[in-house]
C-alpha cells in the first residue's frame, strides 16, 4: 500500500518534469563569462530544460551535503553511546560470571580463564 501511494503522489512530479522537458527544448546561450561585452566567448549551447534540470540536481547536491554534515554531532553522539552500551554489556557479563563463580565454588573463577 505505501508503495502504491509512494507512486501516486510521484506520478504528477514526474509528468510536470516531463513536460518541463518537452515544452523548453529550444537551445539556449549559457554564458560563462559576466564581463563579456557582446557574444560571449566562454560559453555553452544547451537546451534549457537541461539548465534547469542541472541547477535542481546541484541543489539537491549541496542539500545533501550540507545535511549530512549538520548530522555530525548526531554521527558522533551515536557512536559515543554504542562504544558505552558495549562496555557496560562486558561489565554486566563480567560481573554475572563472578556471581555464578561465588555461588558455585566448583567452577572455574574468571580470573583463572
Not at 93 to 109: E, T
Request: hydrophobic share 55%; no cysteine.
Amino acid at each position: 500500500m505505501l508503495g502504491f501511494l509512494k507512486i501516486l503522489l510521484a506520478l504528477p512530479f514526474v509528468v510536470a518534469v516531463v513536460l518541463l522537458a518537452v515544452a523548453n527544448r529550444a537551445p539556449v546561450m549559457l554564458a560563462l563569462d559576466p564581463f563579456a561585452k557582446g557574444a560571449p566567448e566562454i560559453g555553452l549551447t544547451v537546451p534549457l530544460y537541461a539548465i534547469v534540470f542541472g541547477a535542481v540536481a546541484f541543489g539537491v547536491l549541496l542539500g545533501g551535503v550540507a545535511t549530512w554534515l549538520g548530522a555530525g554531532a548526531k554521527r558522533r553522539s551515536g557512536r559515543t553511546s554504542r562504544r558505552e552500551v558495549e562496555r557496560l554489556k562486558d561489565e554486566a557479563d563480567r560481573l554475572r560470571r563472578s556471581v555464578a563463580a561465588a555461588r558455585n565454588p566448583a567452577l572455574p573463577s574468571p580470573s583463572t580463564r
